[in-house]
Antibody, heavy 116, light 106 residues
Framework: EVQLLESGGGLVQPGGSLRLSCAAS????????ISWVRQSPGKGPEWVAA????????YYADSVKGRFTISRDNSKNMLYLQMNSLRAEDTAVYFC?????????WGQGTMVTVSS | EVVMTQSPATLSVSPGERATLSCRASQSVTSNLAWYQQKPGQAPRLLIYGASTRATGVPARFSASGSGTEFTLTISGLQSEDFAVYYC????????FGGGTKVEIE
């Protein structure tokens, strides 16, 4: 079964850092680009970052550029999102999503709350 | 950035009836358009990709059409499990989602 499982969310103070992880299984991980997508309470999804299958190319939404870094370890079938300089507006559920054209497989999400 | 606009924000429909949802892109996204269904507490679920192709396991009552900047999702014979929020997403130029249409029971 194709599966993505996020972890690493939690409560962090403004200006703080957090690292999210996404464990993949059931497919050839290195063959697919993966994205992070977030969803604030009561809002629609917002794409955050994407990384190519090889890890050689990454892309970011303007709202997180310079603060967030996406990376992957294909030997471990793992995706990461390093989040620095966190702001209240970064509060959201963060999903990882496999891309095959559209986002065909999603994890269950991990909640990130930025608050003092 | 490509802006995706969905209408209406809320659609009240009786079970068994048809629901028609619209999505407009601020510039052409060709056929790189997907539709997702989301229920409370769950991740979005891919319904349609390539503007009109149903994803694996999606019932035939879901159909979609459009290209360029205008897209439509139609749900024929609404079932109880179809009441949810629906999002369109373009993946022609990075990725952007619409604001969603909530399909609720009338």
């Amino acid at each position: 079964e194709v599966q993505l499982l996020e972890s690493g969310g939690g409560l962090v103070q403004p200006g703080g850092s957090l690292r999210l992880s996404c464990a993949a299984s059931g497919f050839t991980f290195s063959s697919y680009a993966i994205s992070w997508v977030r969803q604030s309470p009561g809002k629609g999804p917002e794409w955050v970052a994407a990384i190519s299958g090889s890890g050689g190319n990454s892309y970011y939404a303007d709202s997180v550029k310079g603060r967030f870094t996406i990376s992957r370890d294909n030997s471990k079938n793992m995706l990461y999102l390093q989040m620095n300089s966190l702001r209240a507006e970064d509060t959201a559920v963060y999903f990882c999503a496999k891309r095959d054209g559209a986002f065909d497989v999603w994890g269950q999400g991990t909640m990130v709350t930025v608050s003092s | 950035e490509v802006v995706m606009t969905q209408s209406p924000a809320t659609l009240s429909v009786s079970p068994g009836e048809r629901a028609t949802l619209s999505c407009r892109a601020s510039q052409s996204v060709t056929s790189n358009l997907a539709w997702y269904q989301q229920k409370p507490g769950q991740a979005p679920r891919l319904l349609i990709y390539g503007a009109s192709t149903r994803a694996t396991g999606v019932p035939a009552r879901f159909s979609a059409s459009g290209s360029g900047t205008e897209f439509t999702l139609t749900i024929s014979g609404l079932q109880s499990e179809d009441f949810a929020v629906y999002y369109c997403q373009q993946y022609n130029s990075l990725f952007t989602f619409g604001g969603g249409t909530k399909v609720e029971i009338e």
